[in-house]
């Protein structure tokens, strides 16, 4: 192969490479533009766990229960009585309760027809476990 050739050659496959290289930034982003989207949606529940006269309960523990997969989380509430999950799917539901001494909240859903990102729900622990 002549150096004329080999020229010719490299120099096609520069050209093709510049015509290309506009179209690589997209196709290499898109991935992780739509983790970033699923991620905007993901929801978080958060809220405080009281006892009967509404004073702050410290070291409940909350259950949270995926209704699709059976699979439970759970939290300490913090010396204020705060809990939070976050990373929750907002296509599944969910349900959620808290227990300390004995003592259990009511349960409640969280429905995947609620549209809010942000939920709070106040845990109110009054009725001995079962």
């Excluded at 992780?32 to 070291?59: F, I, N, Y």
């Excluded at 010396?79 to 003592?103: C, I, M, Q, V, W």
């Amino acid at each position: 192969m002549t150096a004329r050739a080999r020229l010719c050659i490299f120099s096609f496959a520069t050209a093709l490479f510049a015509a290309c290289l506009p179209l690589a930034p997209a196709s290499a982003f898109a991935a992780p533009q739509a983790d970033s989207k699923k991620e905007a949606q993901l929801r978080t529940v958060h809220g405080v766990t009281m006892d009967k006269s509404d004073a702050p309960v410290a070291s409940a523990v909350v259950f949270l229960k995926n209704t699709r997969s059976n699979a439970i989380r759970s939290y300490i509430s913090d010396s204020e009585g705060n809990y939070r999950f976050s990373g929750l799917d907002p296509n599944t539901d969910y349900e959620l309760h808290a227990e300390k001494d004995g003592a259990q909240s009511n349960t409640r859903t969280i429905s995947s027809f609620d549209s809010k990102r942000e939920i709070v729900v106040n845990l109110k622990l009054d009725k001995k476990k079962t």
